[in-house]
């Protein structure tokens, strides 16, 4: 698509969107520095959001930006033509090179915008294989990204592919144009001020999760169509969302757009069971009508309406995987749920509900943000370890929330999938 082309029903120039979006991450998403370095990742049909990301980057001072281009023409090359055992590695080098830039503190910002249907077509093995050593390679890089060590935030950019996945019977060039308007609508960039949009918005947000931090939950319960879950809360957790500021002192969005509260959830203290509400899409698998049962915090039985072989596959990533790293609550009525479109992507179907993680637990959301906080003393609160973090959704208007008080009480949290 043409940057200067102008997507059907909004006023503004596409160009200025664009460079609108690519403001709101580096201002809101980043806070970035005078003299921090940025390391940017990105799809490379991405690149016109990227190069403008580098543009604001330098005018807010960056001292130097890297971007590490993904290429998906390069990697269907090497299912094609890579030997068997290539599968079980991954580039441990580079990942171990992005910790020590996050140690010294560069700020992270990734654009999504992938292919949600690139590895659908090849052996679910080999891809579970890669996934996994990429997942273990990645993991230096990982925790300090879990651990809220610096500024980081993940922004999208709409591709030709991720347009066809959303809008198959559409025209590429109105698929395109349709996802782009969806993403600057979520991501607040077409008001007279997104920066005091966003300002106003992370208000809103503060002020959930700070009434839900002043209940001192020990538990949440969701109940609905296939659903009776308990989701017993970290001892000392603390409730998140909207911008947070980091270990290196910097307050940031992470995620652009947003609309969750959050905190960690015990990983022994999960009980019931749960039906997802709308798909997960994963590496090229839709894995549709999800329902599992936990039982002291661990899933116990799993069945999926389709892709429900993936499903497994994720659950024996590692010991952690079939535990709770993530509760998040989101209004049925979000800007995103009420777009009425599956995105195919986390960023923004996490957005349209309430939902759960399976996999690593964010080490922020405790009291006083994790601070010192070893992997023991982590562990002994409650929070859950893994390789994976893969969000999938459990809430609807049909859902209601209750928080179960220290005393065993419940206290009316959401009702029809809205705050009370």
Not at 75 to 95: E, I, K, Q
Not at 177 to 192: H, K, P, Q
Not at 362 to 387: I, P, Q, T, W
Not at 398 to 409: F, K, L, N
Request: aromatic share 6%.
């Amino acid at each position: 698509m043409n940057v200067h082309a102008k997507p059907q029903g909004v006023g503004l120039p596409f160009a200025e969107r664009l460079d609108r979006l690519a403001r709101v991450a580096i201002r809101v998403g980043l806070d970035l520095r005078p003299g921090q370095e940025l390391v940017l990742t990105a799809p490379l049909d991405a690149l016109p959001l990227a190069r403008a990301v580098t543009v604001q980057a330098y005018k807010a001072g960056a001292s130097l930006v890297t971007t590490l281009l993904a290429d998906d023409v390069a990697t269907l090359a090497r299912f094609a033509h890579a030997p068997d055992a290539a599968f079980d590695t991954a580039a441990g080098w580079l990942y171990s090179g992005m910790a020590d830039a996050y140690r010294n503190g560069a700020a992270r910002l990734a654009i999504a915008g992938d292919d949600p249907a690139l590895l659908a077509g090849q052996d679910p093995d080999r891809v579970a294989r890669a996934n996994r050593s990429r997942s273990k390679a990645y993991v230096p890089a990982l925790e300090l990204i879990a651990n809220f060590a610096t500024n980081w935030t993940i922004v999208s950019a709409a591709t030709p592919a991720w347009a066809r996945t959303v809008f198959p019977d559409l025209p590429e060039e109105e698929a395109l144009a349709r996802l782009w308007d969806a993403i600057f609508s979520a991501s607040r960039v077409d008001g007279d001020d997104p920066i005091a949009d966003w300002t106003a918005h992370n208000a809103a947000l503060h002020a959930r999760k700070d009434r839900l931090n002043g209940h001192r939950f020990s538990a949440i319960r969701f109940r609905g169509p296939g659903t009776d879950l308990t989701v017993g809360l970290a001892d000392d957790h603390e409730w998140c969302g909207g911008a947070a500021t980091s270990r290196s002192g910097i307050t940031c969005n992470a995620n652009i757009p947003t609309e969750e509260v959050f905190t960690t959830p015990h990983k022994a203290r999960v009980d019931g069971y749960v039906a997802s509400t709308k798909p997960l899409s994963y590496q090229g698998t839709l894995i549709d009508g999800i329902r599992v049962r936990f039982a002291e915090g661990r899933i116990v039985e799993s069945q999926a309406r389709t892709g429900a072989d993936v499903l497994e596959r994720v659950l024996d990533t590692d010991a952690g995987a079939r535990r709770l790293g993530e509760v998040a609550l989101v209004p049925a009525s979000s800007a995103i749920s009420a777009s009425g479109l599956l995105f195919y992507n986390t960023l923004y179907d996490e957005n349209a509900a309430s939902h759960i993680a399976l996999g690593q637990a964010y080490s922020k959301c405790f009291r006083d943000g994790g601070a010192g906080l070893s992997e023991d003393d982590l562990a002994a609160r409650g929070a859950n370890r893994s390789l994976i973090h893969i969000d999938w959704m459990i809430g609807s208007a049909e859902v209601d929330v209750d928080g179960i008080a220290q005393d065993g009480s419940a206290v009316p949290v959401m009702r029809g999938g809205e705050w009370v």
